[in-house]
């Protein structure tokens, strides 16, 4: 356990690079200022002292030095607040890089990762728990940690004052410090020490899950239905809860502990005080002890706020810990491998050999011993129930994710023997829902070879038929689109996204439902945009609409993650099995739809 609170905090200085002497500084310097912000009480103590004598003698000329000693007081304690000043500086340009460093690296890896942990990572959650632990981190290293030190300090400068005072009032002082940090350890340790991995989960899951409640809003509401559909947050803000109050029901006994033996010092100190009172023998005596009382008086509350700020400090070291290994989490998972071979493939075929394939974390293999081959230049259609596998044989190809068992081939090489950016050149893939980014309609399109002047730009988009979204857009090409941006429909999206493949230009196409989207009038223009880009070109494709695919040279059946018929359309429908009865199915939806459409112009004329 200790261990591992080590590595947290190292891993905190490592990301830290260069600047962690910088912490280590200020450190040392919030230390000292806590050292020297003591001074000035000291001081007041001698002013106090000399005031109190004059009196006595009834001449104030006698207190001359009381003046020396407040300016001393004043000037220790402009000190420390500028070492502190210093310190913070120092901290929080140490924390800035900390932070900095920990986005970077996260960022760095995340691009090395197969692109299927993103589809199980969504791209906002991954932003969120970045930039917010990232943040976590550079908050505490920039203010809790000075503050954590000087109040770590603190009590061994009481200790030493222990020699210069009275040691029976130091002890009274010291013996509430010491109960507190007891009270304090039962509250940080134990299981409340596991306590922050566990409840900042459980408020990603509560935000996470807040997301999907606003996204579904509109749902809700079409449906009729009440908030109660939303089980998943109401689930989520009970497990926030039962952390939030367990936490709270855990610290209750430690912390009224806690703040009654800070705040009862008085308690023992007066008794004490009083005591010695009575029992000091001379005038001289009372009066130093009546001098050691009221400094006493003045500090206890000094040490009050210092072991609140350790209470605060070390609630955010949990924090800070705990956003470390979230960061770390992220680091940890594995990269794409590379290998050391990097071959070049031969042709733009595509085998599978007997590839059983099963999602990280699931119990349930999603691809059992698929075989199959796509010839250079041939075009293959997989169809098949939803949840079938068919997209996920599709991502295998690009390396979405690495087959467990089996083999995947591009131009007869192994994908994973490939250079990542070679096997990327040989594959355009058309995902279900195009994303596009909000920027400019040529730089959408660009986003598939960057080095693609205008006029290639402008082919493309004609070749996928997307001339008439370039003339009703206000600027043309340079108009801005995506989130934010000019609004355009699925099947235009879609549009869009065969341009940015056309331009790509690569031997193989992978289309997953590339016509989900479309309209009758779109589905036309994407089919003309689709010959535009898979003629001469390996087609792997994935359709619903099977009169999309009646000509591909082979059709695949995907049931239950195998393949349960192969052939192509005659030859399927001859063996009257799953696809002739697809294909029954998707006749009679047809002719329902043109029966609808023929009603629905007799009403209206
Ligand atoms: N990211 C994922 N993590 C875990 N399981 C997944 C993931 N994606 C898909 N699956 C599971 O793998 C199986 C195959 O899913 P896949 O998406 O490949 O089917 P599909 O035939 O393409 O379906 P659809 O036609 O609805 O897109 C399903 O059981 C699905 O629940």
């Known amino acids: 356990m200790s261990k591992k609170k080590n590595a947290e905090l190292s891993r905190m ?230 952390y939030a109050s367990g936490y709270a029901i855990c610290c209750r006994i430690p912390l009224t502990g806690f703040n009654i033996t800070l705040n009862g010092t008085f308690i023992l100190l007066i008794p004490t005080a009083l005591m010695l009172f009575s029992a000091a023998s001379g005038q001289a005596d009372r009066q130093k002890l009546f001098l050691d009382f009221l400094f006493y008086s003045l500090f206890t509350p000094v040490c009050t706020t210092m072991m609140n700020r350790i209470m605060f400090a070390s609630e955010q070291l949990m924090a800070a810990k705990s956003a470390v290994s979230r960061i770390e989490a992220i680091l940890q998972e594995k990269p794409l491998k590379e290998s050391n071979t990097q071959k070049q493939p031969k042709d733009a075929s595509v085998v599978f050999e007997d590839v059983s394939f099963t999602y990280p974390g699931a119990k349930k293999k999603a691809l059992y011993h698929v075989s199959f081959e796509v010839p250079d230049g041939k075009k293959i259609a997989l169809v098949g129930a939803s949840g079938s596998g068919k997209s996920t044989a599709a991502s295998l190809i690009p390396r979405f994710y690495d087959v467990q068992e089996g083999d995947v081939l591009v131009g007869g090489v192994d994908v994973r023997e490939i250079a990542k950016n070679d096997l990327m050149d040989q594959i355009a893939f058309v995902f279900q829902n195009t994303r596009l980014f909000n920027d400019t309609l040529l730089e959408n399109i660009r986003a598939s070879r960057p080095d693609a002047t205008r006029e290639e730009v402008m082919r493309a988009a004609e070749a996928a038929q997307c001339q008439d979204i370039i003339e009703r857009l206000p600027n043309g090409l340079d108009t801005i689109v995506g989130s934010g941006g000019t609004y355009l429909s699925g099947g235009e999206n879609q549009r869009i996204a065969l341009a940015r493949a056309i331009l790509k230009d690569a031997p193989i196409i992978i289309l997953d439902e590339a016509t989900a989207f479309a309209d009758a009038e779109n589905e036309h223009q994407i089919q003309l945009a689709f010959e535009g880009l898979t ?32 052939g192509n359309h005659d030859e399927l429908l001859k063996q009257n099995g799953v696809y002739a009865s697809m294909w029954k199915e998707y006749q009679t939806q047809i002719i329902w739809k043109v029966g609808t459409t023929v009603r629905k112009e007799e009403n209206h004329d």
């Not at 001698?46 to 003046?67: E, H, N, P």
């Not at 695949?556 to 993650?561: E, H, K, R």
Request: one cysteine or more; a positive charge.
């Open 13 to 242: 200085w490592g990301f830290a690079g260069k600047r962690h002497w910088l912490t280590i500084a200020s450190c040392i310097l919030a230390g000292i200022s806590t050292v020297l912000s003591i001074i000035p009480f000291v001081c007041i103590w001698f002013v106090i002292r000399d005031i109190l004598y004059a009196m006595k003698k009834g001449d104030l000329s006698l207190a001359a030095s009381s003046g020396h000693y407040a300016w001393l007081a004043v000037a220790f304690s402009l000190l420390s607040i500028l070492l502190y000043f210093v310190a913070l500086c120092c901290s929080h340009l140490a924390a800035f890089r900390t932070a900095t460093n920990m986005k970077k690296e996260a960022m760095h890896h995340i691009v090395t990762l197969p692109l299927g942990y993103f589809s199980q990572n969504a791209s906002g959650r991954l932003r969120k728990i970045i930039d917010d632990n990232a943040g976590l981190t550079e908050g505490f290293l920039a203010h809790q940690l000075p503050d954590l030190t000087g109040a770590v300090v603190m009590p061994v400068a009481v200790i030493s004052l222990l020699f210069v005072f009275d040691w029976r009032l130091g002890i009274c002082c010291l013996i509430p410090l010491a109960i507190s940090v007891f009270f304090l350890k039962k509250m940080m340790g134990g299981d409340n020490a596991d306590f922050m991995s566990g409840y900042m989960t459980a408020l990603e899951n509560m935000n996470k899950e807040a997301v999907e409640f606003v996204r579904g809003i509109p749902v809700v509401k079409v449906f009729q239905q009440t908030i109660y559909s939303f089980k998943n947050f109401h689930a989520a803000i009970e497990e926030y809860k039962k």
């Open 535 to 566: 003629s001469g070109k390996t087609v792997l494709m994935i359709a619903h609409r099977l009169s999309t695919i009646q000509d591909a040279d082979m059709i695949l059946v995907f049931g239950d993650g195998k393949i349960i018929e192969r």
